[in-house]
């Protein structure tokens, strides 16, 4: 079956731009996980969304970042006046019921 | 401070030769994982172990689980050059099974 799929794979934009990050997890999964990983890192937890709701987000490193899961399924992560910083592959993943997360091949976002 | 670290950091070997990488930490893991990252890709889980002092296999493929659940192994046997890629050891604490905590990462590669 199809598993996680992440858009754009690619997104180059520049400083103090908006980006909208895509997530479509395997269907049926209520579970939904955000993770950053940049360059010789391991993912970073961003936020977890449990249903429609994000049970846990104390992983977003400040306000200018936002995700979103209205109904339960797609999740698109929001960077508001992105920075240098912010330039790194984010992962999604999702599980069922929160046990095994699956992740999707991410997006690997550039800030120029 | 790296909650998990990982040893070594990078590892090039020659096809047939046995292999073990570390994970440690200081802090208790009420489960640690064991992921495989190529190039491109999203993390792969190969396996979660539980209990302290555990062993699991997976085929060339040994995990150990430390008796204080603080620290980990995976350990190759006959490396293939498929086995090339990034291994990563993630753990959860507590009540926040979710909220996986990666090392770094080690960079395994397997020449023919």
């Known amino acids: 079956g199809a598993g996680v799929s992440q858009t754009p794979s690619n997104k180059v934009t520049e400083k103090g731009k908006y980006v909208e990050l895509r997530c479509d997890p395997i269907?049926?999964?209520?579970?939904l996980y955000w993770y950053r990983q940049s360059l010789g890192q391991g993912p970073e937890f961003l936020i977890y969304f449990q249903g429609t709701g994000a049970a846990d987000d104390s992983g977003l490193p400040n306000d200018r970042f936002f995700a979103v899961r209205p109904e339960g399924s797609v999740s698109t992560l929001k960077i508001q006046r992105t920075e240098r910083g912010d330039s790194a592959v984010y992962l999604c993943a999702s599980s069922l019921k929160g046990d095994t997360q699956y992740f999707g091949p991410g997006t690997r976002l550039t800030v120029l | 401070t790296q909650l998990l670290e990982q040893s070594p950091q990078f590892l090039s070997i020659q096809e047939g030769e046995n292999l073990t990488v570390y994970c440690n930490s200081s802090?208790?893991?009420?489960?640690l994982q064991w992921y495989r990252q190529e190039p491109g890709e999203g993390p792969v889980l190969l396996v979660t172990?539980?209990?302290?002092?555990e062993v699991k296999k997976l085929k060339r493929l040994t995990f150990q689980f430390g008796d204080a659940r603080k620290d980990s192994s995976l350990h190759i046997t006959a490396a293939q050059p498929g086995d090339t890629g990034l291994y990563l050891c993630a753990g959860a604490r507590g009540g926040s099974n979710y909220k996986l905590t990666f090392g770094k990462g080690t960079l395994l590669t397997v020449n023919p």
């Open positions: 172990v539980v209990t302290g002092g």
């Open positions: 802090s208790v893991f009420s489960s």
């Open positions: 269907s049926g999964h209520t579970a």
